[in-house]
């Protein structure tokens, strides 16, 4: 400090862990509620003696590690930085995953060679020792430059204008963040929807003055405002109608769905495990879906982020819980009305989930509702719910739910409630790593279909659930160092979950918060298949 000091006064200095000599205070990797505390002002904090105060202004150095599918909780740490000006800013790290590209050749799944493929290369790809392995593959976009699914909440959660729903509950309030411009370089495009759909769109420009809020009222308070303020001319980087700050604010939910619709489905269940075992969609000609059966989910392919969640799991058996079936009936009543009961127990190392499920199912649909619990050692799994696999490759998933892009509990800021669609294997993201992936949260229906005539949608009775659809198992995924390495997909997978658990940014930083976490419930589940 003083070296620096002697060459140039003009400029204060900071120096992570040694903020008792520096012009302004730093620190790596905080938690959420440590960045609360700093932000209110508080003393002996982090790296500060006792009867130091810490250093304002206060910049963290290092933040959200973004290796693979990460940058969770970041909404939460700029809530806490934004509560006060103490703190001046944060730094993510990092931009960009640093593969380097590498001729291979591919594994099969007997591991036999074929032909060969280009992977981004990390460390040990090359067979040096020793090595850092995937550990700078930490960027905001992947080595390519295509950017990943947490740039958008990035973008998003660091936007310079903010929507919200009023204080009485019938206008928006739109918070212009910059210091020393107002809006009106922007057209402020608002569109209102219902149940997803769009009903009206409409253009004003707004004047609200730098760190002022501007009361928007609203005449129809049924459903969700999405506002987007729009470049009217281009500017620097930014061309004409480049989205600098979109939100969406939700008055209403969607309507849920009512009495069960009727549907062209067939259900069979196994009397021995309980489970639902066979899906075929048609009234004539009967086309079998599933590849799996429809079974406790409890796991994924952990992230870059969840070392100790990898570790657990693994020793615990989360991939494969042991089934013991403890009660199954199924019986039709004079009204046509079937009704299959289950209670199944799944263990693992310490801990019984124990699922209860009902059936309603008449006229070709079914009514679901299931309660997850836990007994034992209480365990924190990757989800709680259902899995399948289907036998389709190709499949059309069409949603009313958080999107576009991938989200997750504590990654879902910027993806907005609305009808989305996209081609099954388009859920898959190529991080460094295979890993988890195709999450979607606050969903209340999701349509999978095969072709024109084989479909199958799940739509919720109570609470929206997250859901998952991947190209790929998980237990596929962790057996691949690369995604160029996996083999060519033949089914899709897909989830539907209670609760999936958040992100956070354990691979060096915190875990997710505890709200983002799922703990020993109860869950339930209640949803319509048809």
Known sequence: ????????????????????????????????????????????????????PLRYPFHINEYAHNMGNAMGNLKDYQDAIESSTRIMG????????????KEVKRKSEKGESEESVRILAYGGDWGEKPNCGAFMMNGCVLSDRTPEPGYWE????????VATKGADGMSIEVKNRHYFRDLSAYDCVITHFVNGCERSRRTVTLATAPQAVERLPVDDTFGSYRLEFRQKEAEGLWPQGWVIADDQVDFTAPALCGDVPSGNLSFGFCPKTGELVS??????????????PLTLDIWRAPSQNEPRERKTWNAGGFAAPKRTLVSFGDRTDAKGVRTVESVVDYAVTGTVFRVATTWTIKDGAAKVRATFTQSGKIAEPAHIGFRT?????????DWLGCGPWENYADRRSGAFLGNWSLASGDFFIPYDVPQDCGNREGAYRVKLAAGLLDAVTFETLGAP?????????????????????????????FGIYARSRGLGGNSCGPMPLAKDVVKDGPYTLEFVIR
């Open 90 to 101: 944060s730094a993510i790290w990092d931009w960009v995953d640093q593969g380097i590209w």
């Open 465 to 493: 659930f997250a859901f998952e659809v991947n190209p790929y198992a998980p237990e596929t995924l962790v057996r691949y160092a690369h995604p160029a390495e996996l083999p060519e997909s033949e089914s899709t997978f």
């Open 154 to 161: 990035i973008k998003h959660v660091f936007q310079p204008i």
């Open 279 to 292: 899906l075929k969609c048609g009234r004539i000609f009967k086309t079998e879906l599933l590849r799996s």
């Open 389 to 397: 696999v289907f036998a389709d490759d190709s499949m059309t998933v």
């Open 1 to 52: 400090v003083k070296a620096a000091k002697a060459r140039d006064t003009s400029r204060p200095v900071q120096y992570e862990r040694n903020n008792w000599i520096t012009d302004m205070g730093s620190r790596q990797y905080p938690e959420v509620s440590w960045v609360w505390k700093a932000a209110a002002g508080g003393e002996g904090l982090h790296h500060e003696p006792s009867n130091m």
